[in-house]
Nanobody, 126 residues
Framework: QVQLVESGGGSVQAGGSLRLSCAVS????????MGWFRQIPGQEREGVAV???????RFADSVKGRFTVSKGNAGNSLYLQMNSLKPEDTAMYYC????????????????????WGQGTQVTVSS
């Protein structure tokens, strides 16, 4: 059974930083893809930062240069370091995984992932 549990969300002023963590268990493939997604109420969920099955990293254009994503050494944790936060980064952030590598064109698509955490809220005030 795959489980993903996020932590680290909260409220911060614009320009501040937050670090999200995701504890991952139950993935069976060494080439699992994992990533962070976010969703604002009334809008579609969007990819933020992902690490594919061979370790390639991809970011949404809106967070490039501000966010970094990394895995723990054992592959059972995923982190999102968010710097220079903006009010438009306010959203529910989700950790997601799939037991396979993904094509470059699909790696930021929420539809490519079948395991999801419960989400953690990030609120950035101006």
């Amino acid at each position: 059974q795959v489980q993903l549990v996020e932590s680290g969300g909260g409220s911060v002023q614009a320009g501040g930083s937050l670090r999200l963590s995701c504890a991952v268990s139950g993935l069976t493939s060494r080439r699992s893809s994992m990533g962070w997604f976010r969703q604002i109420p009334g809008q579609e969920r969007e990819g933020v930062a992902v690490i594919d099955g061979v370790g390639s990293i991809r970011f949404a254009d809106s967070v490039k240069g501000r966010f970094t994503v990394s895995k723990g050494n054992a592959g059972n944790s995923l982190y999102l370091q968010m710097n220079s936060l903006k009010p438009e980064d306010t959203a529910m952030y989700y950790c997601a995984a799939v037991n396979s590598d993904l094509p470059y064109s699909d790696v930021l698509s929420p539809r490519s992932y079948n395991y999801w955490g419960q989400g953690t809220q990030v609120t950035v005030s101006s």
